[in-house]
């Protein structure tokens, strides 16, 4: 795809400085940037390389004045970062708008599909699934019996989706990436072996969510697991059966959050989280990154550690412990000086 310098500026209602009809076919960091590509400048930290970029073009403020002269054709708008941001996701609906199905696919008679739909090859669609209108479902997907999936979602290539699933509008379900698959619910018989127990619930996800790759989200026990609108997560999430996540809550990659356990609204919660089932998190709540939550957390607290304890708290211990080799040799020098003393005493 090949954009002008007036296309661009157009779009972002920014004023050109240059060539009109100068070209452009890719993005690029403005230190990186080569000719044909846009890039642009926000920070006044990189304005050397203005002067040296072989970008064809560069969105920058309308303040910016040139102390010397350049090759790139600038766009100025009121804000650079924005503007280059509105142009990512203007590139990306471009790039992603596909239309249409591809073959070989299945889809059940009884499913129900929206208008401007993309289905792309190796998809399969069960019985009675129902599908909004603008959804794009990418190759080798899978959509179970009953499943509800809501106006202008991206299902990418190789995703899972069980059956029962519902998921609402504008929601984003990264490759390989398994939704309402069984919890992990097993019980011991008379003989010590273990036995599935059946997972007949389902999980809802509401409207705005985002799901990053290979995360899981299991299906409930009884009732659902339930993903509110707004929610984010990142990549190799698992979310295990019944667990609830309050809306607008963003969670970073191989956090873990075991069964039945409630998460509130807006909490941020860091990498490589462990957080044990059947507790409450309330609302506002930070966790660090490679943190171990074990007990219930009130609104707004920040946490860190494992078992976690107040953030503050574990910076104050983090000291001690850092120089507890220190502390102890000192513990020893004085215990020392302090037989000495007793010894002379007696």
């Known amino acids: ?50 002067y040296t970029t072989s970008a064809s073009i560069t969105i920058v403020s309308k303040e910016f004045v040139p102390e010397r002269e350049i090759s790139t054709t600038l766009i100025k708008v009121d804000d650079p970062y924005k503007s ?6 203007y590139y990306n609906q471009v790039k992603h708008n596909k239309s249409g199905r591809e073959n070989p696919i299945y889809v059940s008679t009884t499913a129900s599909i929206g208008e401007n739909e993309y289905i792309g090859a190796f998809t399969y ?18 959509i179970g019996d009953n499943v509800t999936i809501g106006n202008d979602c991206v299902i990418f290539s190789g995703v899972k989706i069980y059956s029962e699933t519902v998921i609402g509008n504008d929601c984003k379900v990264h490759s ?34 985002d799901i990053g790759a290979n995360s899981t989200i299991d299906r409930a026990t009884l009732g ?35 069964g039945s356990t409630k998460i509130g609204e807006n909490c941020m919660i860091g990498g ?12 506002n709540v930070k966790i660090q990154a490679q943190s171990g939550i074990g007990k219930n957390l ?9 078992p976690a304890i107040g953030y503050s708290d574990f910076n104050k211990s ?22 000495t003393q007793n010894n002379k005493n007696e």
Do not use: C, W
């Open 125 to 142: 669609i069960g019985e009675n699934v129902i599908i909004g209108n603008n959804v794009k479902i990418y190759p080798n997907s899978y």
């Open 84 to 89: 280059f941001s509105t142009l990512l996701e």
């Open 224 to 258: 659902s697991t339930i993903i509110r609108k707004g929610v984010k997560l990142d990549n190799q999430i698992q979310i295990a059966h019944n667990v609830e996540i309050g809306q607008n809550t963003v969670i970073a990659s191989q956090t873990g959050i075991a």
């Open 298 to 306: 009130k609104d707004n607290e920040v946490v860190q550690g494992s």
């Open 272 to 283: 490589q989280v462990g957080i044990v089932g059947h507790i409450s998190i309330g609302d």
């Open 1 to 50: 795809m090949e954009f002008t310098a007036k296309q661009i500026a157009d779009i972002l209602q920014g004023d050109v400085e240059g060539n009109l009809d100068e070209l452009v076919s890719k993005l690029a960091k403005i230190e990186e940037a080569e000719k044909g590509s846009l890039t642009f400048l926000a920070n006044p930290k990189y304005n050397q390389y203005i």
């Open 176 to 209: 390989g990436s398994v939704i309402g698959s069984d919890g992990f619910g097993f019980t011991p018989d008379e003989n010590g072996i273990y036995k599935a127990v059946p997972q007949t619930g389902n999980v809802i996800i509401e409207d705005h969510v």
């Open 318 to 339: 983090y000291v001690y412990f850092r120089n507890l080799p220190k502390i102890v040799s000192t513990i020893h020098k004085l215990e020392k000086e302090y037989n």
